[in-house]
């Protein structure tokens, strides 16, 4: 699956995929992933589901490639509030 990150303020992002969220988002909130931990990245905003690897790797390839208002329009369609999902999703 495909995730996005956000800090406190939203200001920083940080595109992800991973097989495990549940254990990727403690590895962000432990400070071992060294971007998220400098920029005090730690929200989950969004999750995206892929059936294979491959498809989610290329769908995080191309939402890097995004700027920053399409990454944004994409985030809000799903979560306009920006709440913190990590609450939500099964371990």
């Known amino acids: 699956m495909v995730y996005i990150l956000a800090s406190a303020t939203g200001r920083a992002l940080y595109i992800g995929v991973t097989t495990n969220l549940p254990r990727r988002l403690e590895e962000h909130r432990l400070g071992r992933v060294i971007h998220t931990a400098k920029y005090k990245i730690d929200r989950l905003i969004f999750v995206e589901p892929h059936e294979t690897a491959p498809d989610a790797i290329a769908r995080e390839k ?11 329009a994409l985030i809000n369609r799903s979560n306009p509030d920006w709440r913190d999902l990590s609450g939500e999703i099964d371990g």
């Not at 191309?62 to 944004?72: A, C, E, H, S, T």
């Open 62 to 72: 191309q939402l890097k490639n995004w700027n920053r208002g399409k990454k944004v």
